[in-house]
């Protein structure tokens, strides 16, 4: 298997990306921003996103909330934000054509979906060193993805103690940035195939 490629994004820029897009989304830089990437659909589960979040908000009632997409799900995610007062933590964007810059402006990376093959937003999210919290069916699909470098969802509240702590946050980004630059760049993808089309072309000159 020759898994996908994300480009490696230019970790210098993050300070100066950071502080303009949290001005434009009209967040402050002390904020802790969550950021999901995805379609509004069944799938993605937006909505075990918002319970996400609200049972992050418990502990952590300063936290902010951002999901980047459209779909289905969108009146109804609407009317749950409204429902559960969580309007002034919680934010959706449409389709946005500069998502790099978005995942540069977040904290952690929040993954919950139902399924996936190899998500290209959790790529993409550990090209930006980000920290992944991404819920235990989906770590079973991801081998790659270990305590070491990202947090697994429980059910309990154990799993938030990592997102208090900015060392560990700090570590798993970059245990993520690590491995992207390893197994997942734009790179390593090309050279993957040309190996695989000149073992081919050995085999049957």
Not at 46 to 60: D, G, M, S, W
Request: charged share 20%; aromatic share 8%; hydrophobic share 55%.
């Amino acid at each position: 298997m020759i898994a996908n490629g994300v480009p490696l994004f230019d970790l210098s820029r993050r300070s100066a990306v950071r502080a303009a897009q949290r001005t434009e989304l009209g967040f402050s830089a002390e904020d802790q921003l969550f950021i999901a990437v995805g379609r509004m659909v069944r799938q993605k589960r937006p909505l075990v996103f918002l319970e996400k979040a609200r049972q992050i908000l418990r502990e952590r009632p300063g936290a902010k909330f951002l999901w980047v997409g459209d779909g289905a799900l969108s009146a109804e995610w609407d009317a749950q934000v409204a429902a559960h007062g969580l309007g002034a933590a919680v934010r959706r964007l449409p389709w946005h054509n500069d998502v790099q810059s978005l995942l540069l402006a977040a904290d952690v990376f929040l993954h919950v979906a139902e399924f996936e093959g190899l998500p290209l937003a959790i790529l993409e999210a550990m090209s930006a060193a980000l920290p992944c919290a991404i819920t235990a069916n989906l770590l079973g699909e991801m081998p790659f993805m270990t305590p070491a470098n990202s947090i697994a969802i429980g059910d309990d509240a154990a799993w938030l103690a990592p997102l208090g702590d900015p060392a560990a946050l700090r570590a798993l980004g970059a245990a993520a940035r690590a491995l992207a630059e390893e197994s997942f760049s734009f790179e390593k993808m090309a050279a993957s195939y040309e190996a695989l089309y000149r073992e081919t072309l050995a085999a049957h000159p």
